[in-house]
């Protein structure tokens, strides 16, 4: 048996953009550390039929070989796996979207495996100059109105 553990395991896009984010946010709640499952579309590869048992594995693992206990799932805005912002009409239908396959995704986790916790999140980014900043936010509560505006305001700076 392993004498080496983490609390957490997180499940995010390949996505460059939002790695800093990602990894400060998992970094800042998980002294301890955590697994980091990077793939593209991140927790939509759960959604899909044919890439779920991949990633069922990797949590099993994250489990069974460091006593994982919570898993995070960290969607993003503009995701190559959905075709971008572009594919959604209004930033509202693609949160949607993207929360709807979370919480697809976490139904499924929770009925696969016993983890204390499947907790849902969103990264956002906008271009800072050549490079990209982005955030995490909680998004397994509903976005209200004030979240909603704040990423807005991000989107509409993302066209410098
Ligand atoms: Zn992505």
Same mark, same amino acid.
Not at 66 to 69: I, L, M, N, P, Q
Not at 84 to 89: I, P, R
């Given at each position: 048996m392993s004498q080496h553990g983490c609390s957490a395991v997180v499940v995010s896009c390949?996505?460059?953009?939002i790695q800093s984010a990602v990894m400060r946010f998992a970094s800042h709640n998980f002294e301890d550390g955590f697994d980091y499952l990077s793939m593209a579309g991140g927790p939509k590869r759960i959604t899909d039929v044919i890439t779920r048992s991949r990633v069922m594995d990797q949590l099993k693992l994250a489990k069974e070989l460091? +006593?994982?206990?919570k898993v995070l799932l960290i969607g993003h805005q503009d995701c190559g796996a959905y075709g971008?912002?572009?594919?959604? +009409?209004e930033l509202s239908s693609e949160v949607s979207r993207v929360v709807a396959d979370m919480m697809t995704a976490k139904q499924l986790i929770k009925a696969a495996f016993r983890y204390e916790g499947v907790e849902v999140y969103l990264a956002f980014m906008t271009k800072n100059g050549r490079s990209w900043k982005s955030h995490v936010i909680k998004a397994d509560v509903p976005l209200d109105d004030a979240v909603m505006g704040i990423l807005e305001v991000d989107e509409e700076q993302d066209q410098y």
């Open positions: 390949m996505d460059y953009r460091h +006593g994982v206990r971008g912002s572009e594919a959604f +009409g």
